[in-house]
DNA sequence: GGGCAGAGTCAACGTTCGCTCACCTCGTCA
DNA sequence: TGACGAGGTGAGCGAACGTTGACTCTGCCC
């Protein structure tokens, strides 16, 4: 086959096809030969440039997971409103993360256990910074005395797990319960409980409250 | 090889360690030939008895999904005490049935998107149950003026997913943070700051507060 | 006793898997 | 000019995969 162009970055090519093809089919389901086809190339290229599937995957996960610079989005929120802010910050985050990019949705939710590097991978890279994001601003709330006395770890890591099992679990919403549900709709109703419940005066913030 | 006893439930053999091997290595990781082999019998075996590998790890959700009355298990719990009561039953039976059946937790997090029908079942027999006990007592309580107004099936649906998220992910939790934590202490920190969110006067609730 | 159905074995089918080898074709640079 | 390395091809390796067909054994019923 005649080679009309010889693209100038071949790895970045194969690494996009191989993204969109484990995060559809999962690692097992997904062969090199599909990938090197998908890409236009023969399998024996994809080994010129990775050491093997496995080495693949995990270059995958990581380019996936490094596409976003979540502790540098929510640093500019650093300090800033009350506790709901910042809750409604988190979970907005992550919704239009999981929106944005639903490769990296499927990865986090396909990641076997044969695979249990890539897991871990995407838990560092991308769980982790909202949890430690939360953690700061909480437990900075709760010396200033407007967060109760809760264990700030507990509490974020939480938090997070709703919102993230919220973004992964979308599709089965519609399907059992027939409406599809607006994310939006979603942090409108949780986040305020979620203050609520964690605030020292039982009233949710001096914000805003009319919606 | 000379078959010393046949036992009588064959069937029920192969489906008890295809279960495990399912749970352990996923359903592409898992072959016939290995699920023969721990079950003692040859792969031909196997298919006197079910039709394929498909069906064969259909049958093994629907019966791990079956072997747990969550249903029947709640119900005694219905109408009685607070709402911070009925939180903490649902994350108590939760956490219970992640630690007494491991196997079901692995299945559950490993559900690839081929097998997209095994994941909605285990999405119907096991998390419908908690969410439509948890709807119906929200909302008894929301007409009794115990809860504030909100919308009783999306709170549900998230507690319930931040429940499930905490049992999924305690094994990264340990990883990353070094110290294993308490399932007791997850649910003393996180049920009364939900259960307060929740209420209508701010604070928990009349039941014992000192812990 | 004879036929039969269920349960199991053995051997193999065709396919797909991850991976490798020998070879080719460029652009670069001394 | 010519050596060379990066990047590509085509063929094919051995192994593992799901699945099947022909056969055997065994208990049960007529």
């Known amino acids: 086959m005649a080679p009309e162009t010889r693209p100038a970055n071949r790895r970045g090519e194969i690494l996009d096809h191989a993204s969109r093809l484990f995060s559809a089919h999962g690692y097992d389901g997904t062969a090199i030969r599909l990938i090197a086809r998908a890409s ?23 380019a ?21 802010d910042i809750l409604r910050v988190v ?52 010396a200033a005395g407007e967060v109760r006395r809760i264990d700030p770890v507990i509490t974020s890591r939480c938090f997070v797990g709703m919102v993230m099992d919220c973004a992964l679990n979308a599709g089965m919403w519609s399907r059992f319960a027939g409406v599809e549900v607006d994310a939006q709709t979603v942090i409108c109703n949780n986040v305020p409980i979620f203050a609520r419940g964690l605030t020292n005066d039982g009233v949710a913030s001096p914000s805003n409250d009319g919606v």
Chains 1, 2 share one sequence.
Do not use: W
């Not at 236009?40 to 990581?62: C, M, N, W």
């Not at 769980?127 to 437990?139: A, D, G, N, S």
């Open 40 to 62: 236009g190339v023969t399998e024996a290229a994809i080994y010129r440039h990775f050491d093997g599937k496995a080495q693949l995957y995990d270059e995958v996960i990581r």
């Open 64 to 84: 996936k997971a490094r596409e976003h610079d979540i502790a540098g989005d929510l640093a500019a929120s650093r300090g800033h409103g009350s506790v709901e």
């Open 91 to 142: 979970a907005n985050h992550v919704l239009s993360l999981a929106r944005r990019d639903p490769e990296l949705v499927r990865l986090m939710s396909n990641s076997s256990l044969e695979n249990d590097q890539g897991r871990a991978t995407i838990f560092r890279e991308v769980r982790i910074p909202y949890i430690e994001f939360l953690v700061e601003e909480i437990t900075r709330r709760m």
